[in-house]
């Protein structure tokens, strides 16, 4: 199958830092990636959809401004949790897929911890 | 709108013993996609196995198997020979027209004994 890999995969940052998460699909071209965030013994819940070299497309609820959204190349997008709070700790994972495949293919994941 | 129904929240199995995952859907979308992700600890998503609304045979991935019975909407997942290493959350998962977002289950705890 498809790789798909996300860095860092932990991360510990104080309450009002900026954290960005990246997501690269390494042997196939995605031109569409997809962010979640799961929290405990729960689902994962779509947070955004992103084309390549257009603006994401988040879900209801989530904040745009604080959940900035970069996909520059068809390799690679970047989540960003700016001004990070407690709350915002969580299990981000992305997911990409390739125009002419539907399946979605996830990376590792990240666990962010906010203090 | 699209939405996926897991009704076992756990599920115990012998080591080499079968077992089956239940899955059932919705959709009024007649072209669609199932698929089953398993979730270890360590919390990567990993895909096991596809099935489109209009394929003719359930699909096969070694000792998976998706039961797709249209009619019946459901889309259940068979792990034969069970294994240690099958110990996780599995999530059923469905796409729709334009195949964009997926939509998750609450998923299924697997737990396999010695």
């Known amino acids: 199958g498809a790789v798909v890999s996300q860095h860092p995969s932990r991360v510990i940052c104080k309450s009002g830092t900026s954290v960005k998460i990246e997501c690269r699909s390494l042997?196939?071209?995605?031109?569409?990636m997809f962010w979640y965030r799961q929290f405990p013994k729960q689902s994962l819940m779509l947070m955004a959809t992103s084309n390549e070299g257009s603006k994401a497309t988040y879900e209801q609820g989530v904040e745009k401004d604080k959940f900035l959204i970069n996909h520059a190349s068809l390799t690679l997008s970047t989540l960003t949790v700016t001004s990070a709070h407690p709350e915002d700790s969580s299990f981000y994972i992305c997911?990409?897929?390739?125009?002419?495949?539907?399946?979605?293919?996830f990376g590792p994941g990240t666990r962010l911890l906010v203090l | 709108a699209q939405k996926i129904t897991q009704t076992q929240p756990g599920m115990f199995v012998q080591e080499k013993e079968a077992v089956t995952l239940d899955c059932t859907y919705d959709?009024?979308?007649?072209?669609?996609?199932l698929f089953w992700y398993k979730q270890p600890s360590s919390g990567e998503m990993i895909f096991l196995i596809y099935?489109?609304?209009?394929?003719?045979q359930n699909a096969t991935e070694g000792r998976y198997s998706l039961n797709f019975q249209k009619a019946r909407k459901s889309a259940n997942l068979v792990i034969s020979a069970s294994q240690l290493g099958d110990s996780a959350m599995y999530f059923c998962?469905?796409?729709?027209?334009?195949?964009?977002?997926?939509?998750f289950g609450t998923g299924t705890r697997l737990l396999v004994s010695p």
């Open positions: 997911s990409a897929r390739a125009t002419i495949q539907e399946t979605q293919y």
């Open positions: 099935q489109g609304s209009y394929d003719q």
């Open positions: 998962a469905m796409t729709a027209t334009g195949f964009q977002k997926l939509v």
């Open positions: 042997d196939f071209q995605a031109t569409t």
């Open positions: 959709t009024s979308d007649p072209s669609y996609g």
